[in-house]
């Protein structure tokens, strides 16, 4: 999974104009700008759920995925994640929402509702299972969009290959229950807005290696994954 070096050098020019889809559509709101005009350093949003779930898992995860996406690609980002809820204003100031936990995933409707404004306004949500959220958050995503329901992500698709190559897909960092990892999502308009890395663990791959004590390679392969992942969520790509 060799880096593309022109590619990670487009990201980093891309990531440094101001936060819009490429139809236009605003990735922050325009509350999320301060009034000089120079935009706040990027980061992570780490969502902040009901239910019951440890949402807080892997606290190392999100600050290293940070470290390699500024190491790697030059773009600007924080050194730490954002806590944020879907009724917070913090909410719109991120690109990228990560949600992870072992247990159970609650939506109230309004919370939905601002879920649905957030992706349809060009947000991206990915949700990390940490083994054992599977069941509540195919639960919560049906509610999210009735109807729609989660389909492998293809192959083809750019957040397989932005700056790494992935021509198998999203990599198995952990064994669980040992099924194949995938790569799951939801499409808006034809445009990926939420994926759901199952079977996978890609935030304990990410953690640091003395945590879970994962082989270099498995650390290596979680976190080219996240640098494609964040760079999919800030515009690059789709």
Known sequence: MPARPWLLLLIALFCAAPLTGQQGNPRVSASAVPATGVEPLQTIGRLHYEGGGDWYANPSSLPNLLAAVRARTGIPVEREERTVTLTSDELWSVPYIYMTGHGNVRFSDDELRIMRTYLSQGGFLHVDDNYGMDSSIRRELAR?????????????????????????????????????????????????VVYYSYQSDLGDGWEDPDVHKDPPEKHEAALRMGVNLYAYAVGFGG
């Open 144 to 192: 999210l969009f009735p109807g729609q329901e989660l389909v492998d992500v293809p192959l083809d698709h750019p957040i397989y290959h932005l700056a790494y190559d992935f021509p198998r897909g999203i990599p198995k960092i952990h064994e669980h229950d040992g099924k194949p990892a995938q790569g799951l999502g939801l499409f808006l308009n034809g445009r990926l």
